[in-house]
């Protein structure tokens, strides 16, 4: 079955520590991959994406993310975290040359950035 | 560059009622899609609609329905609204129907007592 997991649930970072949320994939096929945050009382928006190429793709506000395909990861990173920063994350997969745009999504890991 | 639109914003029926969801795509998006995000969840696909047919359904029961309009708005009804159908809907528009990004609106909260 299609699925992607999100490790960590809640994260408790201080200001200036570095973030690494963890997202493993199980698809059957060729798979674009996101990354969509919810800052509180917003609607979620697209940090960044994979669809081919260099296996490490940059977002906005500092985000990047490296996708390992042996591995079915696509793990989200940032060097030093802000308390803006605090949001919801969601990792996603769609099927690259599928007929239907349909999103799956994990779970979501909290970030908490604490000043 | 308009963005995606969804009305209203929160919304309280009752079991067995029925209700409408709203969204308007995002200015040259030709596809909608609908998501259900209960507490604690990340979104599940509902449904797709392109070229206002449905293309693509999700885990869901017929009692979902949508529909698409000729300016690619969309609507989501629910009959026999159910307690676990309360939910946050998102609404997300693309491109295109088939490996695109999607761009979400804010979200209808639906409550069912």
């Known amino acids: 079955a299609q699925s992607v997991s999100q490790h960590n649930h809640h994260v408790i970072l201080s200001e200036a520590a570095s973030l690494e949320l963890g997202c493993n994939y199980s698809?059957?096929?060729?798979?674009?991959l996101f990354w969509y945050v919810q800052y509180p009382g917003q609607h979620l928006q697209l940090l960044l994406k994979?669809?081919?190429?260099?296996?490490l793709v940059k977002g906005i506000k500092g985000f990047e993310a490296e996708f390992i395909k042996s591995k079915f990861s696509f793990n989200l990173r940032k060097p030093s975290v802000q308390w803006s920063d605090t949001a919801e994350y969601f990792c996603?997969?769609?099927?690259?040359?599928?007929?239907?745009?349909?999103?799956?999504f994990g779970t979501g890991t909290l970030l908490a950035v604490q000043p | 560059e308009t963005g995606v639109t969804q009305s209203p914003t929160h919304l309280i029926k009752t079991r067995g009622q029925q209700v409408t969801l709203r969204c308007s795509s995002q200015s040259g998006h030709n596809t909608v899609s609908w998501y259900q995000q209960a507490l604690g969840q990340g979104p599940q696909f509902i449904f797709q609609?392109?070229?206002?047919?449905?293309?693509g359904r999700g885990n869901f029961p017929p009692r979902f329905s949508g529909l698409q309009f000729p300016n690619y708005s969309s609507e989501l009804n629910v009959n026999a609204l159910e307690l676990d159908d309360s939910a946050l809907y998102l609404c997300?528009?693309?491109?295109?129907?088939?490996?695109?990004?999607?761009?979400f609106g804010p979200g209808t909260r639906l409550t069912v007592l």
């Open positions: 994979y669809f081919s190429g260099d296996p």
């Open positions: 997300a528009s693309s491109r295109t129907e088939g490996a695109d990004t999607q761009y």
């Open positions: 698809y059957g096929g060729t798979v674009n």
């Open positions: 996603a997969v769609n099927a690259a040359r599928g007929a239907t745009n349909k999103l799956i």
């Open positions: 609609y392109y070229r206002e047919e449905e293309n």
